[in-house]
């Protein structure tokens, strides 16, 4: 008898987390696995960050913090978000979480109520409408494919709002597809959100220092719609501080100040140790950021050409983030030994038990037919994981 409450039962567990379980499992039985599944940083937390939270730890940092953090690292966000990205808010617009992913689920349950409707670009990162599921609300996806590089267009957002829209939730630049939003694009999408006042635009920018073309944009840069938007953001990527779990929204007051009620009866304030990480990692030099960003850069370049040069495999060339997510349901259908390919999933597990690298199937970032690979890794792995890959892929007739 299940027992388990309906809310739960809606769920889907994480692919990505699914994935990476699998490839440990193998991997603690002898074999030699290269994980492309999971999105984290492969760099160590710069070391003046670890200092800052060593410090923290003797000045005795080791109680509970207020519910939205710190003043101290509020006020650094908002340093943030004036100098690189030209927004004024104030320490009261902020608050932090438990990682962005935490800030994420804050925003969708203060403003979703039972039936209401939130527009999600597919490809979409796993956890998005499985959130919206957990505040009662409707998911509904716009499936943007490679051919558009997988951005939505504004005349397929204007089709999908209806009375019911409450929200959308955009990501740029994207997990899983690296694709990235252009101010032009994003003035698109903006000219057509002016038109629904009811309308939220929650905007996931974890990887903004993660990008291949210069400046990050943000949707909040728009007055028609600013006043609507809440920005997600973190430490987690930019500064290699995964684990670190510190995220934040930032947005209007009133917005805030509801996540704040939200979040005092549900985990309080995040992780005092952390969050005086989190201010040196904002306050402190830049210059790993840049470093990082440039291996990404490279790495990402490097992965590109050796997947296009794959039988089979539709690539894009993508702007930010660190994930290919190449098209293959060429290989739909096709077999090695007993074994069928059904769809990407299949795919997945074949290219992890046969091939031993470990990717993530599309059909739980809605876009079945798809892999994604994460570049978070070594150029020695990257080198051999696509000749693995492309060994495998070649037994499939």
């Known amino acids: 008898m299940n027992q388990l409450s309906e809310r739960l039962n809606r769920l889907s567990p994480s692919a990505t987390l699914a994935m990476s379980q699998k490839s440990n499992e193998l991997k603690a039985q002898g074999v030699d696995v290269i994980n492309m599944s999971v999105g984290e940083p492969d760099f160590n937390t710069p070391d003046h960050i670890k200092e800052a939270a060593k410090k923290a730890i003797d000045d005795n940092f080791s109680t509970y913090s207020p519910v939205p953090g710190y003043p101290a690292l509020r006020n650094a966000i908002v340093a943030k978000l004036k100098n690189e990205n030209g927004l004024d808010y104030t320490a009261a617009q902020i608050s932090c979480a438990n990682g962005a992913k935490q800030s994420v689920c804050n925003a969708i349950m203060v403003l979703v109520n039972e039936g209401d409707e939130v527009i999600v670009p597919a490809p979409y990162w796993v956890s998005y409408p499985e959130m919206v599921k957990m505040a009662d609300g409707t998911p509904v996806i716009i499936s943007a494919g490679i051919e558009q590089d997988f951005k939505i267009t504004p005349a397929q957002l204007e089709a999908a709002i209806t009375p019911k829209t409450k929200a959308l939730i955009l990501c740029s630049p994207s997990n899983p597809t690296g694709s990235v939003y252009s101010k032009e694009e994003l003035a698109g999408l903006a000219e057509v959100l002016a038109k629904h006042p009811q309308v939220f635009i929650i905007a996931d920018e974890i990887y903004e220092h993660i990008n291949y073309i210069g400046r990050h944009e943000s949707i909040a840069q728009f007055d028609e719609v600013r006043d609507r938007v809440i920005i997600v953001n973190g430490v987690s990527k930019a500064y290699a501080m995964t684990g670190w779990r510190i995220g934040f929204v930032a947005g209007p007051e009133w917005i805030v ?140 007739k």
């Open 257 to 396: 100040k509801a996540i704040n009620k939200l979040q005092g009866q549900y985990t309080s304030g995040p992780c005092s140790v952390s969050q005086k990480a989190a201010e040196a990692a904002y306050t402190g030099t830049q210059a790993p950021v840049e470093e990082m960003r440039q291996a990404f850069e490279r790495r990402k370049n490097l992965i590109v050409e050796l997947a296009k040069s794959i039988p089979g495999f539709e690539v894009n060339n993508p702007q930010g983030a660190f994930y290919l997510f190449p098209k293959c349901d060429s290989f739909f259908g096709k077999s090695a030994g007993e074994r069928i390919i059904k769809d990407a999933d299949d795919l997945a597990m074949y290219l992890l038990e046969v091939g031993h690298v470990a990717c993530v199937g599309g059909t739980s970032f809605g876009a079945p037919e798809c892999i994604r690979m994460s570049y978070a890794t070594s150029d020695e792995n990257i080198i051999e994981a696509m000749r693995r890959i492309k060994e495998a892929l070649a037994e499939l």
